[in-house]
Nanobody, 114 residues
């Protein structure tokens, strides 16, 4: 079992920045990839970014150049640095970990005002 706790969401104006954190606990030795999804109102949950234990990253086209995912293995934590935020980035952001099953955090709200 892996437990994930997210933090760092909030309200920000368009063009602003936020950093999300996701701390893992439990069977952390089995974690391979970690990442973030988001779900906007009325839409399906969609991949935002991911990072493997080796550091390989993936980004959705909509966030490339604005979001950066990183991982601090010593703290079992993954981060999502978000800059140049847009109103369309407004969503609940969910952290996940593959260990090997996919575990999810509880979600953190990000609201970008225009």
């Amino acid at each position: 079992q892996v437990q994930l706790v997210e933090s760092g969401g909030g309200l920000v104006q368009a063009g602003g920045s936020l950093r999300l954190s996701c701390a893992a606990s439990g069977s952390i030795f089995s974690i391979n990839a970690m990442g973030w999804y988001r779900q906007a109102p009325g839409k399906q949950r969609a991949m935002v970014a991911s990072i493997t234990s080796g550091g390989s990253t993936f980004y959705a086209d909509s966030v490339k150049g604005r979001f950066t995912i990183s991982r601090e293995n010593a703290k079992n934590t993954v981060y999502l640095q978000m800059i140049s935020l847009k109103p369309e980035d407004t969503a609940v952001y969910y952290c996940y970990a593959e260990a090997p099953y996919r575990y999810w955090g509880q979600g953190t709200q990000v609201t970008v005002s225009s």
